[in-house]
């Protein structure tokens, strides 16, 4: 997601600038990570992972609506009450999301998502405390391996600020297919294919889903294909290429846990409506994916790792099991500022495939994934934001 300066200038003046003015503040804030409008005086904002009220208001709902169709005007889509749900990208990378009546019956609602203007680096995250080096290093050394990860969590949680750093520990002579409902993915890899899924017009015409352009991923001569988020039947698809020899996918999902990730992906492929028996989807899901790294927005507002886990067979009744190889653990919370104090720690499992991995000379020994004795307590409840 290239930003284009000169197009978010020029979006920016005029006219844009006029319908604009009681969010440009707003827009213009690089410590904010998301402005919602629910109405022309109920503008709330996200400021590191915090939620709150902005004093900043428009005139009444015909001025939100206005700026509201500036913004997809200005993208090329339309809102109207045939089609109340727009999702538009503004040229600084910023994804906003319209929604109106009837599907809103309260009114016109927008949700515009903030990206840094730099994109983050695995340095980054370190020192933000969102992952330790040496699980960094550990999931760079699966990305080498060409496992297949899926990156889970809840909404707001980064999850595609994690996939956007593992992505750039892809060797840079892969070819790299990136398939999205909107573009969102800061992946600058050398050789990078880039699919965006579009919505029908009003009369039902030029619609492309992710599961056409999922099947068109495969006909490119992929390295790997990474989907920005798996919402639905492409879920079955990517699994029956991960098993087929497409190895080193990722992607991200809605989910909390590593198990509920599987659940998950395993709902999402019924809706793929081929009529596999519930137990050959679970049997692939399984031997499909290697990795589950599950992103967790805290009570406190900070984002971390919270658990990564292999994915292990099916046990004898079918179902899911996991091997967890990282969790983070809550030492203490500050009573006075709330912000919580901990370390995403080694559990004392080695992965299933580590001395496979270690003869094949990737850089992995027994001492990352042992727990230090002292620590040896149980993992204290995460305290989770929604």
């Given at each position: 997601?290239?930003?284009?300066?000169?197009?978010?200038?020029?979006?920016?003046?005029?006219?844009?600038?006029?319908?604009?003015?009681?969010?440009?503040?707003?827009?213009?804030?690089?410590?904010?990570?998301?402005?919602?409008?629910?109405?022309?005086?109920?503008?709330?904002?996200?400021?590191?992972?915090?939620?709150?009220?902005?004093?900043?208001?428009?005139?009444?709902?015909?001025?939100?609506?206005?700026?509201?169709?500036?913004?997809?005007?200005?993208?090329?889509?339309?809102?109207?009450?045939?089609?109340?749900r727009v999702d538009a990208?503004?040229?600084?990378?910023?994804?906003?999301?319209?929604?109106?009546?009837?599907?809103?019956?309260?009114?016109?609602?927008?949700?515009?998502?903030?990206?840094?203007?730099?994109?983050?680096?695995?340095?980054?995250?370190?020192?933000?405390?969102?992952?330790?080096?040496?699980?960094?290093?550990?999931?760079?050394?699966?990305?080498?391996?060409?496992?297949?990860?899926?990156?889970?969590?809840?909404?707001?949680?980064?999850?595609?600020?994690?996939?956007?750093?593992?992505?750039?520990?892809?060797?840079?002579?892969?070819?790299?297919?990136?398939?999205?409902?909107?573009?969102?993915?800061?992946?600058?890899?050398?050789?990078?294919?880039?699919?965006?899924?579009?919505?029908?017009?009003?009369?039902?015409?030029?619609?492309?889903?992710?599961?056409?352009?999922?099947?068109?991923?495969?006909?490119?001569?992929?390295?790997?294909?990474?989907?920005?988020?798996?919402?639905?039947?492409?879920?079955?698809?990517?699994?029956?290429?991960?098993?087929?020899?497409?190895?080193?996918?990722?992607?991200?999902?809605?989910?909390?846990?590593?198990?509920?990730?599987?659940?998950?992906?395993?709902?999402?492929?019924?809706?793929?409506?081929?009529?596999?028996?519930?137990?050959?989807?679970?049997?692939?899901?399984?031997?499909?994916?290697?990795?589950?790294?599950?992103?967790?927005?805290?009570?406190?507002?900070?984002?971390?790792?919270?658990?990564?886990?292999?994915?292990?067979?099916?046990?004898?009744?079918?179902?899911?099991?996991?091997?967890?190889?990282?969790?983070y653990e809550i030492d203490?919370?500050?009573?006075?500022?709330?912000?919580?104090?901990?370390?995403?720690?080694?559990?004392?499992?080695?992965?299933?495939?580590?001395?496979?991995?270690?003869?094949q000379g990737y850089d992995?020994?027994?001492?990352?994934?042992?727990?230090?004795?002292?620590?040896?307590?149980?993992?204290?409840?995460?305290?989770?934001?929604?």
């Amino acid at each position: 997601m290239i930003q284009d300066n000169s197009s978010f200038n020029s979006f920016m003046q005029g006219a844009s600038r006029v319908f604009l003015t009681p969010i440009l503040p707003l827009l213009d804030d690089k410590s904010i990570t998301e402005i919602m409008i629910n109405g022309p005086d109920k503008i709330y904002i996200e400021r590191s992972g915090k939620l709150q009220k902005t004093n900043a208001q428009f005139k009444d709902s015909k001025a939100l609506e206005a700026a509201a169709n500036i913004i997809c005007q200005f993208v090329g889509k339309r809102y109207s009450t045939e089609t109340p749900r727009v999702d538009a990208r503004l040229p600084d990378g910023s994804r906003v999301h319209v929604i109106g009546p009837p599907a809103c019956p309260a009114g016109m609602s927008l949700s515009i998502r903030r990206f840094p203007d730099k994109p983050l680096m695995g340095d980054d995250l370190v020192r933000f405390g969102s992952v330790t080096p040496l699980v960094l290093n550990f999931l760079k050394t699966m990305i080498e391996m060409h496992q297949n990860i899926i990156v889970a969590g809840g909404t707001g949680s980064g999850k595609t600020s994690l996939l956007n750093v593992l992505g750039r520990y892809i060797p840079p002579d892969e070819r790299l297919l990136i398939i999205e409902d909107t573009q969102e993915l800061q992946i600058f890899q050398e050789h990078v294919v880039r699919l965006e899924a579009r919505p029908p017009d009003e009369k039902g015409r030029g619609g492309v889903l992710i599961r056409e352009l999922f099947h068109s991923a495969l006909r490119m001569r992929p390295d790997r294909i990474i989907i920005g988020e798996i919402r639905g039947g492409e879920a079955l698809d990517l699994i029956q290429a991960m098993t087929s020899g497409h190895s080193g996918a990722m992607g991200t999902v809605h989910a909390t846990r590593p198990l509920d990730a599987l659940r998950r992906l395993e709902t999402l492929c019924l809706y793929a409506d081929t009529g596999l028996p519930l137990t050959a989807v679970r049997t692939q899901v399984a031997s499909a994916l290697h990795l589950i790294v599950c992103q967790a927005r805290l009570k406190d507002g900070s984002r971390k790792i919270v658990e990564v886990a292999e994915v292990l067979p099916l046990n004898e009744s079918a179902d899911y099991r996991v091997n967890t190889l990282f969790a983070y653990e809550i030492d203490h919370v500050d009573e006075d500022t709330g912000k919580i104090h901990g370390a995403l720690r080694a559990q004392g499992n080695l992965p299933t495939f580590f001395e496979h991995a270690v003869k094949q000379g990737y850089d992995l020994t027994p001492q990352m994934f042992m727990r230090d004795p002292e620590l040896a307590k149980p993992n204290k409840q995460l305290e989770l934001s929604h």
